[in-house]
């Protein structure tokens, strides 16, 4: 499966294939699907409804979020079989493309582009017959989530973070560790890292953020395979997370959702403005600070992963739904569309910060959310 461009680029939507110009600023009103509570799982009907079957695979760290909203929909929606596989992103991509799925949820935009046959764009274009979309349902924050017995805060660097990750920090007590954490008493005990052994856009999201803020202490290029030379590997967010959970001075990155439910520690990072926690209200100031459109003819977010932006936490990404800009079944398309719009209310994206999820924020939700409109 080729490699995403390595670069600090977490999202990309291409606004020529949504039809759209400008930039986030763009307003409007509530797209289809609005509903009249702040839960997905217990939210009144969708505006649309369809009959028949829909059926999506990929990212784990989604799972959670594509689960409440399917219950939801499928309440307001009995006729709707929907179903939701949480296998992984390139699992999920792979399925697309062999067309054994409706759509695909990615934690990293499909790579290339739809005229080049050989790419994951191009593949997924001749899949459809049309171009395949990167729609983002949410912001996907990246917990550096621990387990280290007596020490409930830990601050982590770029340079630090990088050290661990490439084995060249071995001891919770090293000096580096230690002078990031004055008054904070750590244990000599050995640093244990665990990460993702199966292709992975959160391991993506994660080696763009050393690629941006730790060179020159990190040289690998963001890549969805862990390039890392210690650890041991998991399958997927629930196997680090069971790692980090068995062993003391354990570490992982892993979707914040997943830190969430199982209740671990989530380092602090400070990328030079001071120790900032992982929380909604840092991840969005991260996100409104970074998102930007490239040119007029697309809607790019860039993240930039050495950000000093007060209270900004810098390991974001995007989770995507892929999905077919126009399909071959008419009604498979509007299949697509009354889910994915239900998926983009104002309503189930709110509800789904419950989960640990950090919904779009608003103005770019009521963008996306207008472009899903035109699916075919």
Known sequence: MPLPRPRVLVGVVAAAVLGLTGCLQTTGGEPLGTVTTSRAGVAAAPAECFTGLLTGEGS??????????????????????????????????????????????????????????????????????????????????VALAYRLDGVDDLVLTPEVTAGIFSGRLTTWNDPAISRINPGTSLPPDPI???????????????????????????????????????????????????????????????????????????????????????????????????ARTRTSADLALTVDAATREPDAYPIIGFSYLIVCSRHRNPAQGARVRAFLSYYLSSAVQQGLADLGHVPLPERLRVTVAAAAESLR
């Open 60 to 141: 784990s760290a989604q799972k959670s979020a594509l689960e409440d909203t399917v219950t939801g929909y499928r309440r307001g929606c009995p006729e709707a079989k929907v179903s939701y596989s949480g296998s992984g992103s390139a699992a999920g991509v792979r399925q697309f493309i062999a067309r054994q799925v409706d759509f695909a949820g990615a934690d990293a935009p499909l790579d290339g582009s739809s005229s080049d046959a050989r790419s994951e764009a191009g593949e997924a274009a001749r899949a459809c017959a049309a171009p395949a979309w990167n729609v983002p349902v949410i912001t996907v924050p």
């Open 192 to 290: 244990k890292v665990f990460f993702r052994s199966d292709l992975s856009g959160t391991t993506h999201n994660f080696t763009s953020y050393l690629a941006g803020a730790a060179a020159p202490w990190w040289t690998a290029v963001p890549a969805q395979r862990w390039p890392g030379p210690v650890g041991a590997g998991r399958e997927k967010s629930a196997g680090v997370v069971r790692g980090v959970q068995n062993a003391n001075g354990g570490i992982t990155y892993v979707d914040w959702s997943y830190a969430r439910a199982a209740q671990l520690r989530v380092a602090r990072i400070d990328n030079g403005a001071g120790p900032v926690e992982l929380t909604s209200a840092s991840v969005s100031t991260a996100v409104n600070a970074a």
